[in-house]
């Protein structure tokens, strides 16, 4: 395995250049997405400038830039041919302005690449990843034990943190607009500290920082009292550890799942109920309980029906990007930011051919990935690391089923971010030789 060189001089080549703006910029993109992408920015010019095979002629780039295409056709009509039957509410420049949530990114993920093409920068990018989500952590702790709000200024007024006091019912948000958006950045990362901590070392010193890393990354998931958060936390230890994981997983959810039941299930009213409610922190119980669901305005089934009528007026080209929170507030008079399903989304924003072509190409690099990681039968020894990039991928598409954060500047950079080094273990011909 080639030596990553991460020392400046005469020797180094564009990808080396490249290599160490990527790392700077995955470090510093959860602090501010500004930063991070003026060094992933010029990271991936380098990266294609130096990459021997054309953008063209990789295939794994065509359903992205048949989706890419069908995308801006639907954003071309929705603008120039076709009636805007909501133009009072909704502007379909919008359309146009959305396709930057997409085309840049299809860009990225054959960008990026090049720096995630073997095991040691896999794990080089892993370590950045966790080790750049500390000022999520630090202001997170600070904002829910000692109601830090800010604002918070540093290298002299270049990043300014802003942070919103936490309300009831909430959870800790940290550097993030709101809870489920830092919860699924610290699902990202959990799935990489629980590796990061099983990789083989002898020095006392880095198996300290990962285990510290480790449970402040699973304390502040747990802290956001999202659920996805909760589950992520919970589904991805099995996965990432195997067998030896099922064990410990199993007899802890079985655990969990009888506390649950018993707190919250009317056969077993009364006093030892009562009890163990009274154990239970609140926004434990809101999430659980139907005290919780009370000033619910519409649940989710409701919205999802409300969206598949909206796609059912124009499924090919869609109705276009961000009107959905516009018509669904004109209809019900109850503001929702999105359709709380990234198909769903997708499909309303630019057409039913467009998200078929990204459920496919998705659903493909999940499962050819999953097949080399867990079930080739030619692996010696499988990486950790490996497995933690498709289980945080996997566990954020599944997630975003019941919620949609990709919107999140960060969080989609780090998607198609993921989506590249998964594509790099599907062709790696030395996958074989990997060590745990």
Not at 92 to 98: D, N, R, V, W, Y
């Amino acid at each position: 395995m080639r030596k990553i060189k991460l020392t400046l001089s005469k020797e180094n080549s564009f990808e080396d250049y490249g290599l160490i703006l990527f790392l700077i910029g995955i470090f510093f993109l959860p602090s501010s997405i500004i930063i991070g992408i003026l060094f992933l920015f010029p990271s991936f010019i380098l990266s294609s400038l130096s990459v021997n095979k054309s953008f063209y002629k990789d295939y794994w780039n065509y359903p992205f830039i048949i989706f890419g295409l069908l995308i801006t056709l639907s954003a071309i009509f929705q603008n120039y041919l076709l009636t805007n039957n909501y133009s009072e509410i909704w502007d379909p420049k919008l359309s146009l302005i959305g396709l930057g949530n997409w085309l840049p990114l299809i860009w990225v993920f054959w960008a990026a690449q090049t720096y995630l093409n073997s095991n040691s920068k896999r794990k080089l990018f892993s370590l950045i990843l966790v080790a750049g989500t500390f000022p999520v952590l630090i202001t997170g702790f600070g904002q829910y034990f000692l109601n830090w709000t800010g604002p918070f200024t540093t290298l002299n007024g270049l990043i300014i943190w802003y942070q919103r006091p936490i309300e009831n019912p909430g959870g800790l948000s940290g550097l993030f607009s709101n809870q489920n958006y830092a919860a699924s950045w610290l699902n990202f990362v959990w799935p990489f500290c629980i590796a990061l901590f099983l990789e083989k070392s002898n020095n006392l010193f880095k198996k300290t920082a990962t285990l510290g890393f480790l449970i402040s990354t699973g304390m502040a998931a747990f802290l956001t009292f999202s659920r996805n958060a909760w589950l992520g936390l919970f589904t991805s230890i099995p996965i990432v550890l195997g067998k030896k994981g099922v064990k410990f997983i199993l007899p802890s959810i079985t655990i969990l799942i009888l506390i649950i039941t018993f707190s919250f299930s009317p056969i077993f009213q009364g006093e030892l109920q009562n009890s163990i409610r009274n154990l239970l922190p609140g926004k434990i119980l809101l999430e659980f309980s139907n005290e919780g669901y009370k000033e619910l305005d519409i649940t989710r089934i409701g919205i999802y029906k409300s969206a598949l009528e909206l796609i059912k007026e124009n499924p090919f080209f869609g109705i276009g990007a961000g009107s959905f929170t516009e018509i669904f507030y004109s209809n019900t008079n109850f503001w929702k930011g999105h359709s709380h399903n990234l198909l769903l989304e997708l499909s309303l924003s630019y057409g039913l051919p467009a998200t078929i072509i990204f459920f496919i190409a998705i659903t493909t690099l999940i499962y050819l990935s999953f097949k080399k990681i867990f079930f080739s039968k030619k692996i010696i020894n499988i990486s950790y690391i490996d497995k933690a990039f498709w289980t945080a991928l996997f566990f954020f598409f599944i997630s975003q089923l019941a919620d949609v954060q990709y919107f999140d500047g960060k969080i989609s950079l780090v998607t198609w971010i993921l989506m590249a080094g998964l594509k790099n273990i599907i062709l790696d011909k030395d996958f074989k030789t990997l060590s745990r």
